[in-house]
Nanobody, 118 residues
Framework: QVQLVESGGGLVQSGDSLRLSCAASGLTFSLYTMNWYRQAPGKERELVATVTGAGVTTNYADSVKGRFTISRDNAKNTVSLQMNGLKPEDTAVYYC???????????WGQGTQVTVSS
């Protein structure tokens, strides 16, 4: 059974930092592009950051460039999102997503809440 489990969310103030982690199991981790999405109430789920299988290529939404960093550890089957300089508009449920680079089969975690107060 494939599982993606996010952790690290919480309530912080503007300007604070958080590090989200996602632990994957039940899949060959290195075959998957890993993504972080987020969704605020009433909003579409949006792609925040992505990292390809070897951890070399990354991409970010314009709104988080320069503040967020995605990384992965294929030996530990984890992907992280370091979030610095958090803003209230970053408030959302953050989801870990695994996207198979060959088959494009996708899996989702259950999400972790990030709330940034002003």
């Amino acid at each position: 059974q494939v599982q993606l489990v996010e952790s690290g969310g919480g309530l912080v103030q503007s300007g604070d930092s958080l590090r989200l982690s996602c632990a994957a199991s039940g899949l060959t981790f290195s075959l998957y592009t890993m993504n972080w999405y987020r969704q605020a109430p009433g909003k579409e789920r949006e792609l925040v950051a992505t990292v390809t299988g070897a951890g070399v290529t990354t991409n970010y939404a314009d709104s988080v460039k320069g503040r967020f960093t995605i990384s992965r550890d294929n030996a530990k089957n984890t992907v992280s999102l370091q979030m610095n300089g958090l803003k209230p508009e970053d408030t959302a449920v953050y989801y870990c997503n695994a996207d198979n680079a060959i088959s494009r089969v996708r899996y989702w975690g259950q999400g972790t809440q990030v709330t940034v107060s002003s």
